[in-house]
Nanobody, 127 residues
Framework: QVQLVESGGGLVQPGGSLRLSCADS????????IAWFRQAPAQGREGVSF????????YYADSVEGRFTIARDIPKSTVYLQMNNLQPEDTAPYYC????????????????????WGLGTQVNVSS
């Protein structure tokens, strides 16, 4: 069973930065990739970014492209989400999730394809 634990959330002013971490206790498992999702109040869950474990292929939501960067550290069994120029609309709990199936640009956002989820870390952007 993959165990995912998020950390790094907090309160930041607009224009600030945070780095989220997703520790995967079984990084060497058969999980194909890791994604970050978020769910703002009164909104559905949104796919933020994805990275494949082996090739390091990455995808981003249009809303964060150019501001967020996802990266994996295989020796540390961790996936990071560097978030720069944060805005109030980025406020949400952020969840990392792992999937064993292949993903591409059109399928990485499919929540149902992710078998394992962390409990989330809260990001608040406010002045």
């Amino acid at each position: 069973q993959v165990q995912l634990v998020e950390s790094g959330g907090g309160l930041v002013q607009p224009g600030g930065s945070l780095r989220l971490s997703c520790a995967d206790s079984t990084f060497a498992s058969d999980a194909y990739g890791i994604a970050w999702f978020r769910q703002a109040p009164a909104q559905g869950r949104e796919g933020v970014s994805f990275v494949s474990k082996s090739a390091g292929r990455t995808y981003y939501a249009d809303s964060v492209e150019g501001r967020f960067t996802i990266a994996r550290d295989i020796p540390k069994s961790t996936v990071y989400l560097q978030m720069n120029n944060l805005q109030p609309e980025d406020t949400a709990p952020y969840y990392c999730a792992a999937r064993s199936s292949l993903a591409d640009r059109s399928t990485w956002r499919d929540e149902a394809s992710y078998e394992n989820w962390g409990l989330g870390t809260q990001v608040n952007v406010s002045s």
